[in-house]
C-alpha cells in the first residue's frame, strides 16, 4: 500500500484552471473592445461619408467604412464563438462576401450566393481575407 499527499498537485491544477479562466477572459474583453473600436471607426467614417452630398470623396468614405466593418468581422464571430482561435467559415465568408458587395453595390448590381461548408476557419488566415 502507498500513499501519496497530492495536496500540491491539486492547488496548482486549481491554479493552472483559475489562471486559465482570467486569460479566456481577457482575451473576450480585447476582443470586444477591438470590435467596439472598429465599430466606432467605421461610424464615424460613415457619418463623414453623410456629410458630403455627392463624388468621389463620398463614394471613397463609403467604401472604407465598408472596409473597416469587414476587417471587424472575425472580432463580430469570436465574441459569438466558444473560441477564439477560429471563426466559422460560412457565416464570416458570406458576412464578408455581402459586406464587398455592399461597397460597391451603387456601381452595379451584383447578385450573390454562397455555397461555403460550416468549416472552423482559424484566425490568422480569417483576417488576411477580411484585408483583400
Known amino acids: 500500500m502507498a500513499i ?3 495536496t500540491e498537485r491539486v492547488r496548482l491544477e486549481r491554479e493552472h484552471a483559475i489562471a486559465h479562466e482570467r486569460i479566456a477572459m481577457l482575451v473576450q474583453e480585447l476582443t470586444h473592445r477591438v470590435k467596439n473600436s472598429l465599430q466606432s471607426i467605421a ?3 460613415s457619418i463623414e461619408a453623410r456629410i458630403h452630398k ?3 470623396g463620398k463614394a471613397a468614405l463609403e467604401r472604407v467604412s465598408h472596409r473597416i466593418d469587414a476587417l471587424g468581422l ?3 464571430k469570436q465574441s459569438k464563438s466558444d473560441t477564439v482561435e477560429a471563426v466559422d467559415a460560412a457565416t ?3 458576412d464578408l462576401c455581402r459586406e464587398l458587395v455592399a461597397s460597391v453595390q451603387g456601381a452595379t448590381a451584383i447578385a ?3 455555397d461555403i461548408d460550416n468549416e472552423l476557419l482559424p ?3 480569417a483576417i488576411p481575407m477580411g484585408l483583400l
Open 54 to 56: 455627392r463624388g468621389e
Open 43 to 45: 461610424a464615424m467614417v
Open 112 to 114: 450573390l450566393k454562397t
Open 74 to 76: 472575425p472580432y463580430s
Open 123 to 125: 484566425t490568422d488566415k
Open 92 to 94: 464570416y465568408l458570406d
Open 4 to 6: 501519496e499527499d497530492v
